[in-house]
């Protein structure tokens, strides 16, 4: 089983010691979520199952890609993964950019967790109408790929539409990985169709079997899993066909590194 760390749930002051104990302790990756903006106007804030507001105004948001970039420069072998990014409030260029920018950085270490997003404020701040945010990402994700990899790419679609461009460096790792996010039927087809694999929302074992079963066999799946018993569940896990566990055995930011360190002696990380 490989091991996750998911920054975005501890303060970021803290960001920068948890990566750097995550990498000298054998965890695989480091996970930061993304918005790029929030609206004071929290009517269309409601998180889905929710009856409250998911996002709060004045939480600072920092530019993923950026940041990694800089955990990249202080780590040597840690995976460094969006959970998740919004690709379809950028031109596809940005986030082709931002990536491949990551990866050559950090020697091949990106991961891409893309999502369409559940925050309409975000969209309707952006100009952009939120109804299409699905089909924009898929669309998104498609040029993106091919920006990565072909030599010269032109592209006509519903919502972009450039000339033949040259885009280089490539990344490193060549074929960058794309997990999806979400857990609808269509996040879900997207993640088996266009992407290298699905992450979840946070779960247990027994939550998460009804979005594995609807993936498909032969879909990786990553994980967020803050509740786990003990070493003998991780089998269970992986019997599922989950390849990656995005952890959290700690409570408070300033317990996560010495947490981070009992975790990894109990799991055998590393």
Do not use: N
Not at 14 to 22: E, G, Q, R
Not at 25 to 41: I, Q
Not at 131 to 149: C, F, K, N, Q, S
Request: charged letters at 20%; a neutral charge; hydrophobic letters at 45%.
């Amino acid at each position: 089983m490989k091991y996750g760390v998911p920054l975005g749930l501890l303060h970021p002051d803290a960001w920068k010691d948890v990566a750097v104990a995550a990498d000298e302790l054998g965890f695989e990756s480091v996970w930061l979520p993304e918005h790029l903006v929030f609206a004071t106007d929290l009517s269309l804030a409601v998180y889905p199952g929710t009856e409250d507001p998911g996002i709060k105004p004045t939480t600072p948001l920092f530019d993923a890609p950026a940041y990694l970039c800089w955990l990249a420069g202080l780590t040597t072998r840690v995976r460094l993964g969006t959970a998740v990014y919004l690709p379809a409030l950028r031109h596809p260029f940005v986030v082709a950019r931002a990536f491949a920018t990551l990866d050559v950085l950090s020697g091949g270490r990106a991961v891409c967790g893309v999502g369409a997003g559940w925050y309409q404020g975000e969209w309707t701040a952006a100009g952009l109408p939120f109804e299409t945010r699905g089909a924009r990402l898929d669309e998104a994700i498609e040029v993106i790929r091919r920006l990565w990899t072909e030599p010269v790419v032109a592209h006509s679609g519903r919502f972009y539409r450039f000339p033949e461009v040259a885009f280089e460096p490539k990344p490193v790792q060549g074929r960058l990985p794309v997990l999806a996010g979400g857990e609808s039927a269509a996040a879900l087809r997207r993640a088996a169709r266009l992407c290298d694999g699905w992450i979840s929302m946070p779960h247990t074992i027994e939550s998460i079997r009804p979005q594995v079963a609807r993936l498909g066999a032969g879909v990786p799946v990553t994980a967020h899993a803050y509740a786990l018993a003990s070493p003998r569940e991780v089998a269970d896990w992986v019997e599922l066909g989950v390849e990656r566990l995005i952890v959290r055995p700690w409570t408070r930011s300033r317990d996560a590194v010495t947490r981070l360190a009992a975790f990894a002696a109990e799991y055998g990380v590393g």
